[in-house]
Nanobody
Framework: QVQLVESGGGLVQAGGSLRLSCAAS??????MRWYRQAPGKQRDLVAT???????NYADSVKGRFTISRDNAKNTVLLQMNSLKPEDTAVYYC??????????WGQGTQVTVSS
């Protein structure tokens, strides 16, 4: 059974840092992504990493967030630095592989106070 479990969210002051972790079980996904959803807004893509380690970021987080993965441990990390109040959202881990489709975690809350 495929399962994604996020951890590491919390409350931090503006300018601070948090590191989110996503532990996957059941399979290794070709592409892993972090999304976020603020109250009343759509779920937006934050960062992507492929099995080979290629990364891509939303413009709003470039230079502040870093996505990485440990394929041996089947985990994906999102290091978030210089956090802003507008980064406040529920952050979701997503895994995708062709032929399998998407899998989602339950989400973890990140709150950045001004």
């Amino acid at each position: 059974q495929v399962q994604l479990v996020e951890s590491g969210g919390g409350l931090v002051q503006a300018g601070g840092s948090l590191r989110l972790s996503c532990a996957a079980s059941g399979r290794i996904f070709t592409i892993m992504r972090w999304y976020r959803q603020a109250p009343g807004k759509q779920r937006d893509l934050v960062a992507t990493i492929t099995l080979g380690g290629s990364t891509n970021y939303a413009d709003s987080v470039k230079g502040r967030f870093t996505i990485s993965r440990d394929n041996a441990k089947n985990t994906v990390l999102l290091q978030m630095n210089s956090l802003k109040p507008e980064d406040t959202a529920v952050y979701y881990c997503n895994g995708f592989s062709i032929g399998v489709g998407n899998a989602w975690g339950q989400g973890t809350q990140v709150t950045v106070s001004s």
